[in-house]
């Protein structure tokens, strides 16, 4: 049996799985934390992915490894391959006035026709620029920009401070989409928009295609040395793989942030920026909308009502479709669709009478599902074929979830069952490293969810949220 180790190194944790090539199975596991917030020494994934593998039994027996990692952080590098500074994660929005800026600079149809996207907070290209504006001199020492799958995998072949070999360092076409200065049609960096958010030049990650090695492994604990090394991923392309999406698939991902995207043949340019023209990792291309407040919603409102998720699910069925009313705008952390940083979470509707817990609990996912819906109504008009609805991560369990957004999309949603997609999509990377050939592994376990539509939460969400 031929085995090969996959990784997703999120925002959260980091997650190794290893796998048989021929079914996809997954034979053992790990995991190790990460520490909260917006900006984290990359060093701390560094120690979580080696913990991670420890924890899966390490790699002595695996034939190919890959890393998939959370888009856009900057990792900034000095010449000798130090980490200048703490690297800002995609959820930092501090970064809000340096894309604004870029947009200004550059204008939002140009930027579009030449990356694909339109600077938000979210991505490397603003981070740079809040970097170039607000620490000079850190800027000024920059030799070289890495994601934080690139940096991983780099570190990973046994390069790093004392081994600094930047021009090492690569990437993957997903990754690379997502820094707003290559472009998904061109397959190039566009280097006068590096200069315009850096302020100078600098070394970038060789871009790799799908099945290409980065080359093996350093000898580390529990990883031996002479291991391929797939090129990576971020997240939602290795998600995409771990699914097996394809053409007619619309993934919704209900995570740390939410995110909805689609397998297409050709990319998807929108100047409005909504819809993020990423490439995907096998390929193709992966349109994409993304909001920054998803299953935390949940998780903060049912800190507040003082009950765990069960209990919370339970109590937003006792609700009648609507929530009576009530509706929440849940933009805790601002948002990146729309974008809108500086915003806040607003209730709205309550009534002495509409004032309850079920109502409150309903409303947080309904707020939550109106944001994705919003996402799914730009891939649709950006004429992308919508056959089905993938209904995957941590906040998609509950049934509640589950339902309402079958009742918001007023569609059926098929519900994937819990799995580590982004790893499972590494380790897919891995073998395709390994034997030269995409695997197909079947997915198993899906269920198909279908409401009666309830097109009311949406208007109320709407009137609520341009308010």
């Known amino acids: 049996m031929s085995l090969v180790a996959g990784v997703d190194s999120s925002t959260q944790s980091c997650k190794v799985v290893v796998v048989d090539v021929e079914s996809g199975r997954v034979v053992r596991s790990g995991r190790a934390a990460h520490p909260e917030g917006t900006e984290v020494a990359p060093a ?9 593998i420890a924890d899966a039994g390490g790699l002595a027996d695996v034939e190919a490894v890959s890393i998939g990692g959370q888009q856009h952080g900057m990792v900034a590098l000095a010449a000798d391959g130090d980490v200048i500074r703490d690297a800002l994660l995609w959820n930092d929005t501090r970064s809000g006035t340096a894309a604004e800026a870029l947009r200004d600079e550059v204008g939002r149809d140009a930027y579009a026709a030449r990356t694909g996207l339109v600077p938000v907070a979210s991505f490397t290209a603003s ?8 620490e000079p001199q850190n800027a000024e020492r920059v030799a070289a920009v890495a994601l934080p799958h690139d940096w991983l995998t780099w570190r990973l072949r046994g390069f790093g401070p004392g081994a600094a070999a930047l021009d090492e360092l690569t990437t993957d076409r997903s990754d690379a989409s997502g820094t707003a200065y290559w472009s998904p049609q061109t397959g190039d960096y566009d280097r006068e928009l590096l200069r315009l958010a850096l302020g100078h030049d600098a070394i970038l990650p060789r871009v790799l295609g799908p099945a290409e090695r980065s080359g093996v492994t350093a000898a580390h604990p529990g990883v031996p040395a002479g291991i391929p090394v797939g090129v990576g991923a971020g997240d939602n392309a290795a998600a ?11 993934v919704v991902s209900i995570g740390t942030s939410g995110t909805v995207f689609a397998v297409t043949d050709r990319p998807v340019i929108d100047p409005t920026g909504t819809i993020a ?23 903060t409102v049912a800190a507040l009502l003082g009950v765990d998720h069960a209990e919370f699910g339970a109590l937003a069925l006792t609700a009648n479709p609507g929530a009576d009313g009530v509706t929440l705008v849940p933009y805790f952390a601002g948002e990146r669709t729309p974008d809108l940083p500086d915003a806040t979470a607003t209730f709205a509707g309550l009534t002495y009478r509409t004032t309850t817990r079920p109502n409150i609990a309903r409303a947080a996912i309904e707020g939550m599902v109106c944001g994705l819906a919003a996402g799914l109504d730009a891939v649709v008009d950006a004429g992308v074929a919508v056959e089905r609805i993938l209904l995957i991560g941590g906040g998609a369990r509950l049934e509640a979830t589950q339902q309402i957004a079958s009742e918001v999309f007023a569609r059926p949603v098929t519900v994937v069952p819990p799995a580590e997609y982004v790893a499972l999509g590494a380790a897919a990377q891995a073998a395709w490293t390994l ?8 997915l198993e376990g899906t269920t198909v969810v279908s409401s009666p539509p309830h097109p009311q939460t949406r208007s109320a969400y709407l009137a609520a949220a341009t308010r």
């Open 44 to 52: 701390a994934w560094w120690e979580a992915l080696l913990a991670a």
């Open 277 to 299: 023209g990423f490439a995907d990792a096998g390929g193709a291309f992966l349109p994409l909308v993304a909001t920054l407040n998803a299953a935390q919603v949940v998780d």
């Open 435 to 442: 034997t030269g050939t995409r695997p197909s592994w079947e």
């Open 127 to 134: 981070k740079l620029r809040w970097l170039r504006d607000a």
């Open 240 to 250: 995409a793989l771990g699914l097996g999406a394809r053409s007619g698939d619309v």
